[in-house]
């Protein structure tokens, strides 16, 4: 069984401060890690993954995430958050033996001016 | 912009309505999913193609019935819908078999059951 958690339903941030939204997984076997954005009135759009090799992945729109196996953590960052980051954020795992991909309840960035 | 579309955007029906939702990617794809996702939830899966073929139905009720003629198209027929049924459908493509790559999403459409 797979599942991934995001423990904050919401993070609110200034614009220009770094933005952090928090990962966490469970798989048994190795992971396929991902990031998606939706942005209101939208689908999902693809922001990186991890699959294997350096612990950190350089994705789009400036956005980051650093993969922690002892932690079990996949937390996505940006250096300098802007107004255009504010919306619905989605953490998600796939065992490498599973078709299925297994979202998190999801995170809802503000980041104000 | 999307490399997947999805028509129509919004749909507004009856209960004994039917109608049919269209999906269509042209990035050589061949496994084709289909999701429901209400507002602020993430996507539930629904159904997944992969080359053409049904692989999994997800305990889906019967009144929604996928179809896929091509390797490039995705249909979802509905009948007979619940208001609870009303949510925002969304079509996603991967290349097939390979579970690394990532699922690229429509911007859904959004359905309302009177």
């Known amino acids: 069984a797979q599942s991934v958690a995001q423990p904050e339903d919401q993070v609110n941030v200034a614009e220009g401060n770094p933005l952090t939204v928090k990962c966490t997984y469970s798989v048994s076997g190795n992971p396929y890690l991902f990031w998606y954005v939706q942005y209101p009135n939208r689908g999902l759009q693809f922001l990186l993954k991890?699959?294997?090799?350096?612990?950190l992945v350089k994705g789009s729109y400036g956005f980051e995430a650093e993969f922690n196996k002892s932690q079990t953590s996949f937390h996505l960052k940006k250096p300098s958050a802007l107004v255009s980051d504010s919306a619905l954020y989605f953490c998600a795992v796939r065992d490498i033996d599973d078709y299925k991909l297994s979202f998190g309840a999801g995170t809802t960035v503000t980041v104000r001016a | 912009d999307t490399e997947v579309t999805q028509t129509p955007k919004h749909l507004v029906m009856g209960m004994t309505n039917k109608k049919s939702l269209k999906c269509e990617q042209h990035?050589?794809?061949?496994?084709m999913y289909w999701y429901k996702q209400k507002a602020k939830k993430p996507p539930e899966l629904m159904f997944v193609?992969?080359?053409?073929?049904?692989?999994i139905n997800e305990s889906v009720p019967s009144r929604f019935s996928p179809e896929c003629p091509n390797s490039s198209l995705l249909n979802l027929h509905l009948h007979a819908l619940q208001p609870e049924d009303s949510a925002l459908y969304l079509c996603a493509s991967s290349q097939g078999g390979i579970g690394n790559q990532p699922q690229h999403f429509g911007d859904g459409t959004r359905l309302s059951i009177l």
């Open positions: 193609y992969s080359y053409e073929k049904l692989s």
């Open positions: 990035m050589g794809h061949r496994a």
């Open positions: 991890y699959i294997t090799g350096d612990n």
